[in-house]
C-alpha cells in the first residue's frame, strides 16, 4: 500500500511542473459557524487536478519506458493531463476514449499533440482498446486513477491544503475511480486522523457507491451526469482505490443533476467562478440542507472544498448558468 512517504516523494517530483494552487476564502459559504476555503485546481495548466498524477507517473518512467510511449483510457482529464505532461517531456501519447466523451475534450487533447482513438459507448470498450495497444505495440499504460504513482501525485493536494490551512477539519471531495479522494485522504489522516473526508458523486452512474454497498467492485450503467468527470467504472479488479475508499472516507453524499448544476451556478454568480460539474459537487453540501442532513456526522468548522476541474463545453454552460434556480 502506498504511505505518506510515497506522496511526499511525489511532491517533490511534480514541483515547478505543476501548479502549487491557491486555497481561497469562500465568503458566500462561510458564516458564523464556519469558514469555507476552496482549492483551485481549475488553474491548472490543463483546468484540472490530474496534471499532477500525469506528471509524477511519468516521471518515475525508465528511458525505454519512455520510448515506447504511454496509452490511457480517460473521460477527458485525465487523457488531457497525460497528453499534457507528455508533450513536455517528449514522451508520445496514444488516448483511448469512448464516445460519450464531449467533443470540447477530444479537440482539446488532439491540440496537446495526442493520438486520440474512439471506440465504443462507455469505458470498457475504450479500456480494452488500451489492452490492445499495450499487448501489440508494448506501450505503457498509465491508467486515470488505480496506480500508485497517480495516487500519490493526486495526495499532493492534502499536502497543500495541510501546509496552508493546518486548522482545517473536513475535506469534501469528487469522487469517482477515487485517485482523488483516496490520495488527498491517506495524505491527511497520515498527519491528522481527525479530519474527515466526505466524498461526492453524481447518483446517475455511481460505480464506487455501489461497489461500497456490495463489498466489491461493481458495475453499473453509465449515464450521462452534468458531472461528466465523475463517469466511468472502478475497474475490476481494483487494485489500489477501492480499498483506500473503503478505509479512509467518513462519508459519501449522491448528488442528483438539479443539485449539481445548483453547485455550479453558485460558484459561477456567488464566487464568480466557472467550475465543471465534477469540481462544484462539494459546494452541493453546503448549499442543500436535505443533503447536509443526509451525513452521519456534522459538518465541522474549518471546510476545504477541491474545485477539481474548469473543462466545461461552455456552450452548454452558458446555457446552464442562464437556467433559473430550482
Ligand atoms: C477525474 C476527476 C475527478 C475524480 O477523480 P477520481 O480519482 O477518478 O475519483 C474529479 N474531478 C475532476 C475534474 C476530474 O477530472
Redesign the pocket.
Known amino acids: 500500500m502506498i504511505q505518506i512517504n510515497t506522496i511526499k516523494a511525489a511532491q517533490k517530483t511534480i514541483k515547478n511542473k505543476v501548479m502549487r494552487t491557491p486555497l481561497v476564502p469562500a465568503f458566500s459559504l462561510s458564516n458564523e459557524q464556519r469558514e469555507v476555503r476552496i482549492k483551485l485546481e481549475t488553474t491548472q495548466a490543463i483546468g484540472?487536478?490530474?496534471l499532477r498524477g500525469a506528471v509524477n507517473a511519468l516521471q518515475q518512467l525508465n528511458p525505454k519506458q519512455k520510448q515506447q510511449g504511454v496509452v490511457c483510457a480517460s473521460t477527458?482529464?485525465?487523457g488531457r493531463a497525460l497528453a499534457y505532461a507528455a508533450q513536455k517531456l517528449n514522451i508520445k501519447a496514444t488516448i483511448c476514449m469512448s464516445s460519450l466523451v464531449p467533443q470540447n475534450k477530444i479537440a482539446a487533447i488532439e491540440k496537446l499533440g495526442a493520438d486520440v482513438r474512439i471506440q465504443g459507448q462507455c469505458q470498457d470498450d475504450a479500456q480494452a482498446l488500451v489492452a490492445q495497444l499495450v499487448e501489440s505495440k508494448q506501450m505503457i499504460e498509465i491508467p486515470?486513477?488505480d496506480h500508485e504513482d497517480i495516487i500519490a501525485g493526486?495526495g499532493t493536494i492534502g499536502l497543500e491544503i495541510l501546509e496552508d490551512w493546518p486548522e482545517v477539519d473536513t475535506l469534501l471531495i469528487?469522487?469517482?475511480?477515487?485517485?482523488?479522494?483516496?490520495g488527498i485522504a491517506l495524505a491527511v489522516k497520515s498527519i491528522n486522523p481527525n479530519i474527515q473526508v466526505i466524498g461526492l458523486s453524481p447518483k446517475r452512474g455511481a460505480a464506487m457507491a455501489a461497489s461500497l454497498a456490495n463489498g466489491i467492485e461493481t458495475e453499473v450503467e453509465e449515464l450521462p451526469t452534468l458531472a461528466d468527470?465523475?463517469g466511468g467504472g472502478i475497474g475490476n479488479p481494483n487494485r489500489y482505490?477501492f480499498k483506500l475508499v473503503q478505509r479512509y472516507m467518513d462519508d459519501l453524499l449522491l448528488l442528483s443533476e438539479t443539485q449539481i448544476k445548483d453547485a455550479m451556478q453558485h460558484l459561477f454568480f456567488k464566487e464568480s467562478l466557472v467550475v465543471?460539474g465534477?469540481?462544484a459537487v462539494g459546494v452541493a453540501a453546503l448549499i442543500d440542507q436535505n443533503l447536509a442532513q443526509q451525513l452521519k456526522q456534522p459538518l465541522g468548522k474549518n471546510i476545504a472544498i477541491i474545485a477539481?476541474?474548469r473543462?466545461v463545453d461552455m456552450d452548454k454552460y452558458l446555457t446552464l448558468m442562464g437556467e433559473s434556480k430550482n
Open positions: 484540472a487536478f490530474k477527458g482529464n485525465h486515470p486513477f493526486q469528487g469522487l469517482s475511480g477515487g485517485g482523488l479522494l483516496g468527470s465523475l482505490t465543471e465534477a469540481g477539481s476541474g473543462n
